[in-house]
């Protein structure tokens, strides 16, 4: 165990330079006190750890010192190669620089895992889009990414839901969601989030700009997409299912809908269940529900189902209509 902790140090070290005994002590999971007695083992062990002293102070390695990937443990050198999709790098234009760093990690890890790694890469195959879709391949996808990574500030014309809009933007981060890729983009002080594909023109500008330091892509997003589902489900709904429609119900509601759903105990005498969860306003939540046809009824609210009675009404009369009934 203290092996494994010895290497994550000196990983953590070499991947961040100056690093403090608190944050060591944390990422690893023990104490302050042992993490003194790690870095005394590894300087006892003639790997130069040094220290900087004051508030701003930590561990580092001597400059130019490099840990052996040898270290790396079965399970840790498998799940390298799970990391990261070849798919999307490609897109970003990056598919050579990973097939470059896969090739050299082979060659660096030792013959036992590098058999284990290439196990790993023939048994597992990541497919992020869902079922029936693709990855969206964005004109300016390539250009973005490079905007990001080089702090570039951009000017763009962008298609929203009603309208077209020209855009000055500091881009953040890209984000690949479901075969989609996204932009997150500081303009006027605020962040927000830009779906790559509405972009209709781009200019990459050679003007820099200071990356905020407090700025965190996966918090970001992670927040964005709950409060987007939130606005998107601003309403509860009391629905009974079949055993059909509650099967097809869970399985092709956003997770968001699944993980606040309040399902009944039993079942009533015909098996049905009742369920009380979010929906959408009135018009997509009848789109949605109508998909289950005769397996669902909408107990409440009573607006919504009416709303569902008066579509089956207008679709029962033009049905009825074409078959000259």
Known sequence: MRASRLINILTTLQANGLVTAETLAEENEVSVRTIYRDIDALSLAGIPVYSERGSDGGYRLLDGY??????MSQAEAEAMFLSGLPGAAADLGLGSLMAGAQKKLTAA???ELRQSAAKMQAKFHLDAPTWFGENEQPLYLQAIADAVWNSKRIRMRYRTWTSEKNREAEPLGVVLKGGAWYMAAKVEENVRTYRISRILDLVVTEDRFERPG????ASYWNENTRRLEEELHPNTATLRLSPWGLNMLQHNSPSFVRSRMELSDEADPEGW???????????HAVSELLRLGADVEVLEPADLRAAIGDEVQRLTERYRADAGL
């Not at 269940?273 to 018009?283: E, G, K, S």
């Open 109 to 111: 890890l030792p013959e």
């Open 273 to 283: 269940r009742t369920v009380r969860l979010p929906v959408a306003t009135n018009r």
């Open 66 to 71: 490099r840990v052996r990937l040898n270290g």
């Open 214 to 217: 407090d700025f965190d892509l």
